[in-house]
């Protein structure tokens, strides 16, 4: 039985994640077409399409559109939408039929959301909140419990798009977690290398103290 299905899409250069909450201020005609069609209904839900480096990436996300701040006289848009689930595009399409928006075929891959591993995910969070200390950040992680986990502390940790997009391609939630160790660690590293060059020049003038060697 197929698992391929049309949706309509909307390409942009950002990474969202199944479970988050990503807002947006709809302005090109096509996609205020879209978001129009979303609201009234006529359409369940629509893809973000990740473009990196002017290429059009071949996994997006699902989303359904929960709220729509407000609508401009313009036509203008800000909404909220809801990341439901990761796709894979099997095709791509600048305009669907009778209508302005992109879109195209998707299947839905098999993807994990619990790690099977409440250490690793213990470890995890320990680890990003490490990360938040050394950068001063101050922002509330979510409990481990939480349904792919790794997807909720994805945009906390600093990666780059390429990062990002790494690991909306992962699906096995354990592996997700994995990999996010790997880059908190080279990103605590980098971090206390920048405290370390702080402390160097905040002490640069100062009188020290210091016993000769000889």
């Not at 997807?151 to 977690?177: A, P």
């Amino acid at each position: 039985m197929s698992n391929t299905t049309k949706l309509p899409f909307f390409p942009l250069g950002i990474i969202a994640y199944p479970g988050e909450l990503v807002n947006l201020h709809i302005f090109e005609p096509r996609y205020r077409e879209l978001f129009t069609e979303l609201e009234n209904g006529e359409l369940e839900t629509f893809v973000i399409v990740p473009v990196l480096n002017g290429k059009l990436m071949s996994r997006g996300t699902e989303l359904e559109l929960t709220a729509v701040a407000k609508t401009y006289q313009s036509g203008e848009m800000d909404v909220t939408a809801l990341g439901l689930k990761p796709v894979d595009i099997k095709g791509f399409s600048e305009s669907l039929p009778n209508k302005l928006y992109a879109g195209g075929e998707v299947d839905y891959p098999n993807f994990t959301t619990s790690s099977g591993d409440l250490n690793i995910t213990e470890k995890l969070r320990a680890s990003c909140a490490e990360l938040l200390i050394a950068l001063s950040i101050h922002r509330p992680l979510p409990p481990v419990t939480s349904p792919c986990f790794s997807f909720e502390i994805g945009h906390r940790i600093g990666m780059s798009l390429d990062q990002e997009y790494t690991l909306l391609t992962i699906d096995d939630e354990l592996d997700r977690q994995r990999y996010l160790l790997g880059a908190i660690r080279e990103s605590l590293e980098a971090a206390k290398k920048t405290l370390d060059m702080k402390r160097k020049i905040q002490q640069n003038g100062h009188f020290r103290y210091l016993k000769s060697d000889f």
